[in-house]
């Protein structure tokens, strides 16, 4: 009620000074006063779109930033946190970088489909033979990808027959 009360009192005030004459102080004050709420409703309402765009499972924007891998399982084995500890991901716009303590950093174009049951993603390397197939899913805050090379699987599995990785990320914040 106060914004839109804001928004009629708004082109008064216009009026009133473009014709040399200065509101009277209360009306002034009560208009300064609607301005800040509604600066104040705006900058509310855009960190609730924020928060509700990165909680929302099939926004694609929710994977960005930087991830700390938490659990690697590889052809239905669980990896020895030894072997994945200095692993992490950077989600940039349409690529990711993986970066391992031996391998160095390894840049992937990021190809998303939020819109499939389950999400798909593929991680596809300068090296066209080396592309990555994939689905991902949330988990509260984690981010859970099944990969392997060649068809895309369908489960978040991982076992000795498929050969795929199932990878469990962590935010970084």
Same mark, same amino acid.
């Given at each position: 009620?106060? /914004?839109? @009360? /804001?928004?009629?009192?708004?082109?008064?005030?216009?009026? @009133?000074?473009? *014709?040399?004459?200065?509101? $009277?102080?209360?009306?002034?004050?009560? &208009?300064?006063?609607?301005?800040?709420? &509604?600066?104040?409703?705006?900058?509310?309402?855009?960190?609730?779109?924020?928060?509700? @765009? *990165?909680?929302?499972?099939?926004? $694609?924007?929710? &994977?960005?930033?930087?991830?700390?891998?938490?659990?690697?399982?590889?052809?239905?084995?669980?990896?020895? *946190?030894?072997?994945?500890?200095?692993?992490?991901?950077?989600?940039?716009?349409?690529?990711?970088?993986?970066?391992?303590? !031996?391998?160095?950093?390894?840049?992937?174009?990021?190809?998303?489909? #939020?819109?499939?049951?389950?999400?798909? &993603?593929?991680?596809?390397?300068?090296?066209?033979?080396? *592309?990555?197939?994939?689905?991902? !899913?949330?988990?509260?805050? !984690?981010?859970?990808?099944?990969?392997?090379?060649?068809?895309? $699987?369908?489960?978040?599995?991982?076992?000795? @027959?498929?050969? #795929?990785?199932?990878?469990?990320?962590?935010?970084? !914040?």
């Amino acid at each position: 009620m106060r /914004a839109t @009360a /804001a928004l009629f009192l708004v082109p008064l005030l216009f009026v @009133a000074t473009s *014709r040399g004459q200065e509101p $009277p102080g209360d009306l002034k004050d009560r &208009i300064e006063d609607l301005k800040r709420q &509604i600066a104040e409703k705006k900058a509310e309402l855009a960190k609730l779109e924020a928060d509700l @765009a *990165r909680l929302d499972p099939s926004n $694609p924007q929710k &994977i960005q930033g930087k991830w700390r891998t938490i659990e690697v399982v590889s052809a239905g084995a669980k990896l020895e *946190r030894d072997v994945w500890v200095h692993l992490s991901w950077e989600f940039n716009g349409k690529s990711v970088v993986t970066v391992a303590q !031996k391998a160095g950093e390894v840049p992937y174009t990021l190809l998303l489909d #939020s819109s499939s049951t389950p999400a798909q &993603i593929d991680l596809v390397h300068k090296n066209p033979k080396l *592309r990555l197939s994939g689905i991902y !899913k949330f988990e509260g805050e !984690k981010l859970v990808i099944c990969l392997r090379e060649g068809t895309r $699987p369908r489960t978040f599995d991982s076992t000795e @027959a498929d050969g #795929s990785w199932l990878v469990t990320l962590d935010p970084v !914040k």
